[in-house]
């Protein structure tokens, strides 16, 4: 049996600042890669070297991601400038 509700359109995506929140991702993997170097040097606590490997991959990541986000807004805000449809 079909349904009898009417279906409203999809909305819109949500506008974001990206390169932000990728920013706040990125500090918080640098602010952790100081924590465990701290912790390193003072010998307090036995830090593992894959701890601080994935904390500079985190940032090596988030800043790819800064620069992927930058190139993607200035390419959409080129094909709007140019006329050019969104691809879905």
């Known amino acids: ?10 909305p819109g995506p949500l506008e974001t600042d ?5 920013g706040i991702g990125t500090a918080a993997w640098a602010v952790g890669l100081v924590v ?3 912790l ?6 036995e830090v593992r070297d894959w701890w601080l490997g994935m904390c500079g991959y985190g940032i090596a ?3 790819y991601g800064m620069h992927y986000a930058r190139r993607r807004h200035l390419a959409i805000a080129r094909d709007a400038a ?6 879905s």
């Open 61 to 63: 990541l988030g800043l």
């Open 82 to 87: 140019l006329g050019i449809a969104p691809r």
């Open 40 to 45: 390193r040097l003072t010998g307090t606590v």
């Open 36 to 38: 465990l170097l701290g």
């Open 18 to 22: 990206d390169v932000v929140i990728i």
């Open 1 to 10: 049996m079909a349904s009898r509700r009417q279906h409203r359109p999809d």
